[in-house]
């Protein structure tokens, strides 16, 4: 059984970082692109960031670009969503994602993602 566990979520002043990882178990996703969403109480989910197969390209929302950073480590099945210079406005439940077969690192649609966590709640305060 896949299952995918966030992990690294909290409270934070704005300007803070937190770290979020997600594990993978079940089977192994080295061949899939890899992604970050998040989604803000009466808002939709939204894309945060993508990671190719190999880590070899990622691709960031601009609300999140030059502070947010998607990294993996295919040895451990893991991605991580590094946060830096946090805003209130970043609050939300974050989720991690396998991608579908063949889907893009930069595809943002919530449906081309075949598997999904729980979500993390990030909390950020002014």
């Known amino acids: 059984q896949v299952q995918l566990v966030e992990s690294g979520g909290g409270l934070v002043q704005a300007g803070g970082s937190l770290r979020l990882s997600c594990a993978a178990s079940?089977?192994?996703?080295?061949?899939?692109?890899m992604g970050w969403f998040r989604q803000a109480p009466g808002k939709e989910r939204e894309f945060v960031a993508g990671i190719m197969w190999n880590g070899g390209s990622t691709y960031h929302a601009d609300s999140v670009k030059g502070r947010f950073t998607i990294s993996r480590d295919n040895a451990k099945n893991t991605v991580h969503l590094q946060m830096n210079s946090l805003k209130p406005e970043d609050t939300a439940v974050y989720y991690c994602?396998?991608?579908?077969?063949?889907?893009?690192?930069?595809?943002?649609?919530?449906?081309?993602?075949?598997?999904w966590g729980q979500g993390t709640q990030v909390t950020v305060s002014s």
């Open positions: 994602a396998v991608g579908a077969q063949g889907s893009s690192y930069y595809d943002r649609r919530w449906s081309s993602y075949d598997y």
């Open positions: 079940g089977r192994t996703f080295s061949s899939r692109t």
